[in-house]
């Protein structure tokens, strides 16, 4: 067969990964050819393309980034672009898609899908919150950096007494926040899903200081609700991503924890440097399933599907399931939070 | 209530984050206080303790190792054993029992519910065997440290077109050596599950150098089984965890190796370094999830349950269910690695 | 002897491992008695001590911060601070001081030294500006961790077209910048010592732009100038040691190179994550070595002298000699980024 | 000009750095043309060569390896080799060699100087023992590798009671032991310089188990001498780079050490994972300093010299005088390992 392959929407670790066990498996074992769409769904509209071979896949399991580069266009706020993505597959004698990344990416590849191309989906979002799988690639590797950076900060923070706000990355979701603060030892971790309490925030920070900790450092999610309404007015400037510029919540929050506590307070946005480099073994094991599976589904012809982990194993849903709905932190999760914090 | 805590068994990192999140959790909500039995089974025997204090668990979250320490001591082999343990945790007026640890450790646990100890298991096994849950702490940082030692020994076997072979722990299961092996782009990697095809190992190896790439890493557990019977001979050195010696499977198909293809091959043997020092993010939120779901049990009055991973939800199944079988790597993973082989 | 130890101004990774080495060598080899002062001179200001045993500095040697603490409390700009300071050690019978720190830190024991006090000092500067040293402990950690930071962003860059412009500390001495640069493969690395020119800035991108490189990564130090003027105008915002907050050189310059080039640019600032943490192999020996050479000072009646290394020796020089004068980027360093650049 | 380039001998994180530098230095600013000579000598002697393009060299500075591979290939015992070599780079039309490498590298680029070539040395040795530099690259990665490791041993080792015997490589030479061992906090630390006392280490041990520390982390160089005689009997069975194959001194010191104290030994070989993968941001800005300066010196005409680091200056020494002796750990650096044990 003659596979279509291209990665789409904001980068991650793993996307090579994925590519890489899709065009092995599909080459080996299938004999299929592949054709690589360059900058997500732009290179299908624009016909901008490179042929996916053996060679060109060779050692880049372990690279962060995607050979294939990404884009966000969106095909489905163009004119015509469903037409001409479909044009442009049917030139390149296109037999099958295989789409990888997340609710935008995959919303087009249902519109094509519906078109009548038969496509396949492999989930990817670097904050964890595409619904129907345990678990998408990239984000261990995010948490690992946030986690390196948090145990980082515990040291000079307690060196000279302060109080550190550490952002992460989490628009909608909180789960980088929840896992980096939780692995990190973090004395706060801050959400989108829940509003932040200021009061509470400081009680925290002010019980530790009471029983001799006379530091703290704080996680906070990008997305995490300022008291006061809505975000940090930073928070407006956010970038072709959804995300939000270097000062966001974490600087307005430093600034208010200084001024109710006195505590001396700092603030450090670790922005694009968690989602660059070579993704953890975890994710690199994740999107190699998941690019194995890919190429299985295109085999039994099995399209309109997302493949998803569910406990140990590859799953398959349909893709509308998948991008129907987030999944955001829920209350059991939050719970961990509560389970480790004196009560205030 | 006044909680009995102890580690058994081979240490892993995320024990002291289990120790964490239980006493955390036990004395800021539950008022609880807290025994911590020292060296395993061996300090309930010898009525060696310590108590567990909020002071005594901070800043331990990120430490590999235990502070309780540990030993293979396994009181079931012992006469009168049980009895006395019993006899000690009634002289602590001990209300509960947390035990941290693998199949040898949990049941003895059982045991001593058996004889009417209100006992509470939190599994542990660096190889991620235990049957009935997802995953265990540790696996995911064994992995972490081989997979980087596999990348490192990518570059140097190209320099000198040699063939490097990493053997890695697993006696019984391949889950170290299929992970660290797929996320590091090995050529082969060889199980227990599955005895060792000297023919097919070298095959990929020669395929490879036909087509261009002069060198290759064998990824090894230490319990695959060498062609022509058995271990390697050497694999008689086992140490008291039943783990094998520096020199065994890795040395011995290196030479195997050399012999049959003539291709300059050697060996590493990544031992005790696969299992100490800070855990991942991964092994510490998992670690904290099960010691704050351990100590819940405790107060649910929940006895006798193991806590364990499913999907990204943390139960409970019987103690004696999760010690009846092994874990071991199933068709469908051995599938992984035949995806991404040429055929030979 | 009774010897006092501090650690002032800005924390640095390795702080630790000189206090492990003076105490260790002091106690084991020749007999020593010492006291902490906590939290820098404050410590010796308001006659705040505990004790360091061998117990004390167990196991601190790989560890971040500093257990003494520090501060940025001048006893020069305090009216009466040195006498102060001179009865504290008086009342504690102290036989010789040994303080840890920069320019700031280190006038201050010069300070006490023509006030009669026999006291050694071990440079401290994260930025290796020190003069009369080859190297500073906690320079190679801060570089390392900038430059697997640069390392990571080159993927994320690459895969989005972006530019990325990464800031880094340095306020007068643009080391790390120059370091984590060239370590970093960064396409244009900018330093306090020369004025940043906008033109050649975006003339080196734009050349990569035109070979193929859709991409650019820019290392700036925090202190570099930008043109037009002095720092960025958010560079006023500098915190109590001097060092810039969050949004400072990096995002304005960010901006200026979308704007001429049009090139999608982003910005990240290290910040403090670049001074926490376990320092690395290489400064843990040179902090090791400077605290050994440190107490034998002291035992050889040698006072007034500061510890330095030479080459792979260490030596020692008086004290005022090293706070003289700073130690910046010279003209044939800055050789070293002309050389990888094309000439625009 | 034209100008050739090679690398011989052990591989060593760093190699592509200088290559990178040489080529991006001489291209963009001389207008020179590579020629790369694939596996050491052998490519000279065999006429084996490619082109060392921008496009080759990019994105290789933080590589581990060597895109021109290596080999031990030693021209100089090869009958009428130099003559060979000689005639291959006159066919080439090379104006310029370089050559990275050790004393057997060097020994047959000052063999070629003699016979008219003009011929400009890198120094290359991991284990940093090349007479007249300060340092060589590889060597700060090596004990990056081999301190992690060592950190991650403790923990292991604690748990259980242990003591962990680390062999480490340096077969001369004791720098990596030196340096991993003292920045790895171990207790015993053993070099090729100092024939191993057993009593002396048994004694530290016993000391530190008598003060409560019930482990121990011995670091041994593959190179110290056993007591009785000489290295391991396993020693006998070096690779083809001289360095002992798996079960060396560290396995029998391992059992020495057991059978004298009763402590159970366990003991763990670095091996190969010691040279691999991407080099340390210090040891990638030394390499890229060396391969500036190379190429400088080719320009300038100054054939002979081997480019040198002294103090932080970039220097040349006559190929003939590094290649005469060798720099092993003296007295000063044994001092550092008194200094921080007990007397016992």
Redesign the interface.
Known sequence: MRVGLL?GG??C?G?NAVIH?VV??GI??YGDEFVGFL?GWRGVLDNNSAPLTLAAV??I??????VL???RTNVRKIEGGIEKCVATLKANKIDALIAIGGDDTQSVTNALIQAGVPGVGVPKTIDNDLYGT??CFGF?TA???????V???????????RV?VCEVMGRDAGWIAL??G????AHVVLVPEKPIDLDHVCGLLKYNHDHG?KYGIVVVAEGAKLPGGGQATQGSKV??FGHA???GV??ALAEMIEGKTGY?T????????Q????P???D??LA??YG?AAIDLVHQGNFGRLVVL????IKDIPIAEAISKNRTVTD?FL??L??????V
Not at 143 to 149: D, F, K, L, N, Y
Not at 275 to 278: E, M, Y
Not at 310 to 313: A, D, I, K, P
């Open positions: 990665t904001g980068d670790p996307l066990a092995k498996k080996l074992h900058e060779d050692g399991l372990d690279q962060g980034g995607t580069r990404t884009s345990d678990a261990d948490v690992s950096i946030a986690t390196e950076a145990d980082r900060l515990h040291t000079t923070a307690e060196a000279h007494n550190i896992t980096a939780v692995a990190g030892g900790k970038d072709s510029r270097l000062s974490g600087q001396e700092r603030s450090v946005n670790l922005g694009h440097t989602r660059g480099g070579t953890t073994a975890y690199r094991m190699t399933r194995l569910r406990g140990t194993e059991n719970e961990i509560d389970g480790l914090e004196p009560k």
